[in-house]
């Protein structure tokens, strides 16, 4: 007995000390984040917000390929804290200046084994939620890491409702959004958003994926997540050398869902600007041969209905110029479009045109006119075929002047071709290792060249755009081409899901303005032509198009006027109201003069909105021209019905925003 109680003392002593945790709280004290290592060995960390709990003890850790898992028998060896609050300028953005201001701590896990590997995990808490990564240092019991799973967990206290797409199946992100209880949820794509019973808005994403698989979140047990690594043809997501560091494992938390929006987390966890000056990447609006494809009059493969042809990219040249867009985008215009391209993308040609595009003809036809062609690199995802030429097109597109391209990885999920190091082709994931990879090298061999990069089927954005500037965009979502084809199309509450999902991420191409309302064979567009316009300052990208044909921008000139005056460069942000999925309404003033530009929508529910301007400057008088559904519209009504007005406003004013069914309304609020 005396020898039973000795062992019990001893437990329950250990037991004690496993329960001491390490804490950081915010700056402005609200979040407190603790790290614990339980009684067997285990770290664990917790969040608490405003002293009540918000993620339950969740756990850490990975499983190795050729090792024992880094899971149990750990002790912190130390912790170190420190606090930090700087504030660095966005070379383009949605707002010039951002804080970054938060508390890092950092912890050294040691094994209480014979190996006594060591893991650091890092975290950094700001008022707008938590980041926090590995660390592998340079150890001789630990050198090359080889990992199967990733065993961290996201274990939210509260009953929540989660809105989220379907991790790990054949769409990629291009899924329209769920709306379920988070204990419904299966496994899902970040960004994750939760709203708690009590009202907390909490977004769940990664920043600064760099050389690592993609983050998936599992529902493991009731409201418990846990982190799943994009697969590899290998069967092992990450394989790299120490030291090195994972990507950032966020909690965007907020109030509200305006409040989620505006956070600077996943830019303020991503390394500062490598590329130096970067004053050629230009933010930019542009019109292009791209929505006539997803009609069907047009065709990217060669014949009677090319759309990639000489006389037609003049057309569109003519009209950029006419209208003050920057950007011509021609799709369609290099060899390999011809036959069953999608099914492995190994005859696309990315320096040689087809015989009736002159590609050298129209760069500078479109110079003279004060236009930039864009070019297209359709790869089919077949990045081996792409990769051997990158250099090659590049130049050409340098040598020309065109200083944007738009790339592409059309193919099913798991269907990326990527030449292994045994010489062979491996079927690789979207979002694993060996894209991250990829993007990022194309990226460089861009930004060498002064090239930006317009990614779509792409990996996820992760704020990488603060350390590479020239990569201005991406889609990763369901865009407007399905409302061309899609079956269903996009309904009217997409848009607003995506302003509070997607949209968290970074900058997507969406590519709205379809003033035409009408698909492929007549198909109806649910939208309103005021929410059209409303689009261009509720999704932000620093490119936007305006997706129509030229003949449809002919039909409604009124409304026209609006894309051809919104920015797409803001020196602030302001989300003035929103509720995911339901509607938001955004106020962003012009980089480049005084002006204001504002942008509400709303789902298939009509409703009236209310924005304060209080925004605007002191003293100062401003003329509002507004944009707003007109008698009769509605997205299963009249689309086109539009009421332009003007009006004088002030600081002082509010403006009543009254949206049919699926609709919206813009305004321009210009200084005088």
């Not at 996201?154 to 209880?181: D, S």
């Not at 970040?190 to 909490?202: E, R």
């Not at 803001?570 to 509607?583: A, I, K, P, Q």
Request: hydrophobic share 40%; glycine share 8%.
């Amino acid at each position: 007995m005396r020898l039973l109680s000795g062992l019990c003392l001893l437990a329950l002593a250990g037991f004690a000390q496993a329960q001491t945790p390490v804490s950081v709280a915010s700056p402005d004290g609200a979040l407190r984040v603790e790290l614990r290592v339980n009684n067997e060995g285990r770290p664990e960390y917790s969040i608490h917000r405003a002293g009540h709990l918000l993620v339950d003890w969740s756990r850490l850790g990975f499983i190795l390929a050729d090792q024992p898992k880094l899971e149990r028998n750990f002790e912190i060896a130390n912790s170190a804290a420190r606090a930090f609050d700087d504030t660095w300028e966005q070379p383009w953005g949605e707002r010039r200046f951002v804080r970054n201001h938060g508390n890092e701590l950092r912890v050294t896990l040691n094994e209480k084994t014979d190996v006594r590997r060591a893991l650091i995990v890092v975290f950094r808490v700001f008022d707008d939620g938590v980041g926090f990564r590995y660390e592998f240092p340079d150890q001789l019991q630990l050198r090359a890491v080889n990992i199967v799973e990733e065993l961290t967990e996201f274990a939210i206290a509260e009953p929540a409702t989660a809105w989220w797409i379907p991790g790990g199946e054949w769409n990629r992100y291009e899924y329209l959004y769920n709306k379920t209880p988070l204990a419904e949820v299966a496994q899902a794509h970040t960004p994750l958003t939760l709203k708690t019973q009590s009202g907390v808005h909490i977004a769940i994403h990664e920043a600064a994926l760099v050389d690592y698989s993609a983050m998936w979140l599992r529902r493991v047990s009731g409201q418990r997540l846990k982190a799943v690594l994009s697969p590899s043809s290998s069967g092992v997501p990450v394989r790299r050398t120490a030291p090195f560091a994972t990507p950032w494992r966020t909690l965007a938390i907020a109030a509200d869902a305006p409040g989620l929006y505006m956070s600077n987390l996943t830019l303020n966890l991503n390394e500062p600007n490598k590329l130096g000056d970067v004053s050629w990447v230009k933010p930019f609006k542009y019109v292009g041969i791209w929505w006539a494809m997803h009609l069907g009059t047009k065709t990217w493969s060669s014949g009677p209905k090319h759309g990639a042809t000489t006389a037609e990219t003049k057309r569109y040249i003519d009209f950029a110029a006419q209208n003050g867009f920057r950007g011509v985008l021609v799709e369609g215009w290099n060899k390999g479009w011809d036959g069953d391209w999608f099914a492995d993308g190994r005859d696309f040609n990315f320096t040689e045109p087809y015989p009736d595009f002159d590609l050298v003809a129209l760069a500078a036809y479109a110079k003279r006119k004060g236009v930039h062609l864009i070019g297209h690199h359709e790869t089919a995802a077949n990045i081996a075929n792409y990769e051997k030429q990158l250099g090659a097109a590049l130049d050409l597109y340098a040598r020309l002047g065109i200083d944007a391209v738009k790339t592409g990885y059309v193919a099913d999920a798991g269907g990326v071709q990527a030449l292994g190091e045994d010489g062979q082709i491996h079927f690789e994931w979207h979002d694993g290792q060996v894209q991250a990879r990829h993007h990022l090298h194309v990226v460089e061999e861009a930004a060498r060249r002064h090239i930006a990069v317009n990614a779509h089927e792409p990996i996820k954005d992760t704020g990488l755009r603060r350390t590479y500037p020239n990569w201005v965009s991406r889609e990763g979502a369901r865009g407007m081409e399905y409302n061309a084809w899609g079956d269903p199309p996009n309904p009217p509450e997409h848009e607003e899901n995506l302003v509070f999902t997607r949209m968290l991420a970074g900058p997507m191409d969406f590519t709205p303005g379809v003033l035409s309302l009408t698909g492929a064979g007549g198909k109806r567009i649910q939208s309103t032509v005021a929410k059209q316009l409303a689009l261009y300052v509720v999704l932000y990208s620093p490119i936007q198009m305006a997706a129509d044909l030229p003949e449809n921008y002919a039909k409604y000139p009124k409304p026209f006027q609006f894309i051809k005056d919104v920015p797409v460069d803001w020196s602030d942000t302001r989300v003035l109201n929103g509720e995911v999925g339901d509607y938001v309404t955004i106020a962003r003033k012009d980089r480049n003069s005084e002006d204001w530009y504002l942008g509400a929508i709303t789902d298939e529910n009509p409703r009236t909105l209310h924005a304060a301007l209080d925004f605007l400057d002191d003293g100062k008088t401003y003329t509002a021209t507004i944009y707003r559904d007109g008698p009769g519209a509605g997205f299963n009504a009249d689309g086109y019905a539009i009421d332009i007005s003007t009006r004088r406003v002030t600081r002082h004013d509010t403006i009543d925003m009254p949206l049919a069914p699926g609709g919206g309304m813009a305004l321009r609020i210009a200084r005088k």
